[in-house]
């Protein structure tokens, strides 16, 4: 990939990432810690490529081990935050925090 | 490949990145945030599904498939048994699976490099070793801190000169992996690169308290996050890219702010270390007596109180005694009693989750103070009734200088004209500080589980009519 263009894509990703959690309050810092977490589970689409691509036993091997943490990271990470935020869902119907 | 599946793989993959982005805007506000995650979730999968198709993939469908059922269901279950008390400790573990996987995918990267498949330009495997670097740390990091926090290793672990041997072991980690950039991956020089990299990590980890663990967790998310995102430059899926950075920048936010609360700077969580301390204060600050109350004395010294301030703690969260909490604090507040609640920035092991057990048991939000609001109420307070928090109400924060929490913010329950300290048994806390509060001439000890104490409180409140 162009250099150029993966660094702009960092960029951007970079500021979008600050941005997005910038007002995120306080009580909700270990749901969206554990909903990061989630997300990186993408990781498991690169597994599968390698994977995908692996010829000889140690490729295969580890190609193998790299799907098989990428998954554990989504599916996890998933029900860990799911699991949360079914919490708050009784908290939702209260009134309103202040601000 | 059909060209139809040329395009419905990169379109997957950008609808993903889209809704990734779309799930960890709605964390801002819980009414959203579940509906964010569910659409998160499906992008998930569709990407998942869509790269069996993905044009490098060639075989193996089988082992993927085994694979990703196998730690899925896994997971799934894990996640699901699992107490909402041991949750940070599995955001390690998932967390640290995809740091593994991240330094999987750069092995098999420079392996294909190795026997001449792949072509990489300079940059391309420059951003490689690196993603190996940080996802090894990330991987072996955390999984010491899951260990650290499921209690399979308390003692933060030190010898002599580990500062400068943890240095030694960075600079291998980083030789090895200037060696391969500039002499190309062997696999014995990959082995070495990977061990090291991942002994980084542990030694990283090892050293620092347990009471810490939650500022090490979400940096080495950030790490995880970081390692994904370069993966995704490597393997040109800019999904990756975009998902990985995105939560590698707001990681390091996060870490910063859960830093913050502690009142101590990254660098000092990383280096100065909790443990090292351990041994002196132990030792030191046992001085006096620790004196009991039962239920009924403390029952009726809340009930004829004009004010009480609950201070809930980790201990609560282990109890389930949000509920009970909740109604001693109608029954008092039915007689007239004010109560209110003070909850500490890192009170539990997860900040908000306080917050998110009280609001479940129905206790409004304006009952419930952040620690700058309160701690100047504490001396007109004629009860403070520490429930299962300990680290988080330490005077020693303030007044003991050589106490590895020396400086850090706390609630100043000490100052308050009666404490009631509600506590499990006479250990020291997560941290394995000892607490001074213990010892004070206006602290009582009510032991027992939060729950049952809580019991015994409304029996003897309603007892005295």
């Known amino acids: 990939m162009e250099g150029w263009i993966a660094l702009y894509i960092f960029m951007l990703a970079a500021f979008t990432g600050i941005e997005v959690i910038r007002r995120v309050p306080a009580i909700l810092h270990t749901p969206l810690m554990s909903g990061s977490n989630f997300i990186h589970g993408i990781v498991v689409v690169g597994g599968m490529v390698v994977l995908g691509m692996a010829d000889t036993t140690a490729e295969i091997v580890v190609g193998f081990i790299a799907v098989f943490l990428g998954a554990g990271n989504a599916v996890g990470g998933y029900v860990v935050t799911e699991r949360m935020l079914e919490m708050f869902k009784s908290s939702g119907t209260k009134p309103e925090k202040k601000d | ?465």
């Open chain 2, 1 to 465: 490949m059909m060209p139809a599946l040329d395009f419905l793989v990169p379109a997957v993959y950008f609808a993903a990145a889209v809704m990734f982005i779309y799930g960890l805007k709605g964390m801002s506000s819980p009414v959203t945030a579940r509906s964010g995650m569910i659409w998160a979730g499906v992008a998930m999968l569709l990407a998942v599904l869509v790269t069996f198709f993905h044009p490098k993939v060639e075989g193996n469908y089988l082992l993927m498939i085994i694979a990703l059922v196998s730690a899925s269901a896994v997971a799934w279950w894990w996640a699901r048994i699992v107490a909402m008390t041991d949750m940070p400790q599995m955001i390690a573990l998932y967390n640290g699976m995809g740091g593994g996987s991240a330094a999987a995918i750069a092995a098999v990267e420079l392996l294909k490099l190795h026997s001449g498949q792949v072509q990489m330009v300079p940059t391309t495997l420059l951003v490689a070793c690196f993603g190996a670097i940080i996802g090894s740390i990330a991987f072996s990091g955390s999984m010491v801190a899951y260990a650290k926090l499921q209690g399979w290793m308390r003692k933060s672990w030190r010898f002599p000169g580990q500062q400068a041997f943890n240095l030694l072991v960075f600079a291998a980690t980083i030789g090895l992996g200037v060696w391969i950039f500039i002499d190309g991956p062997t696999p014995t020089l990959l082995l070495l690169f990977f061990m090291a990299s991942l002994l980084a990590g542990i030694l990283l980890t090892v050293p620092i308290g347990g009471a810490d663990m939650p500022v090490v967790i979400s940096l080495y998310n950030a790490l995880t996050g970081l390692a994904v995102g370069f993966k995704g430059y490597v393997l040109e899926i800019p999904a990756l890219m975009i998902a990985g950075i995105v939560v590698g920048a707001a990681g390091t936010v996060l870490t910063q702010l859960m830093a913050k609360a502690m009142n101590r700077s990254l660098t000092n969580v990383l280096f100065a270390g909790f443990g090292k301390a351990d041994e002196d204060a132990a030792a030191g600050a046992a001085s006096g007596e620790m004196r009991a109350i039962d239920a009924t004395d403390a029952a009726i010294q809340m009930a004829y109180a004009e004010k009480v301030i609950i201070v809930p703690g980790y201990g609560l969260a282990v109890a389930q005694a949000q509920h009970k909490i909740w109604e001693l604090t109608e029954l008092l507040t039915s007689r007239g009693v004010k109560v209110t609640f003070a909850i500490h920035p890192v009170a539990g092991r997860m900040p908000g989750h306080m917050n998110v057990l009280l609001a479940e048991a129905g206790v409004p939000y304006d009952l419930i103070y952040d620690l700058e609001d309160i701690n100047a109420q504490f001396p007109t307070t004629d009860v403070a009734l520490v429930i299962g928090a300990n680290d988080v109400v330490n005077p020693a924060a303030r007044k003991d200088s050589s106490s590895p929490i020396f400086g850090m913010p706390i609630l100043d329950v000490d100052r308050s004209r009666n404490c009631i300290v509600v506590k499990r048994g006479k250990g020291t806390g997560f941290s394995g500080i000892e607490n001074l509060l213990f010892f004070e001439d206006n602290t009582r000890m009510l032991y027992g589980d939060a729950q049952k104490v809580a019991q015994a409180l409304i029996a003897g409140i309603k007892s005295l009519g």
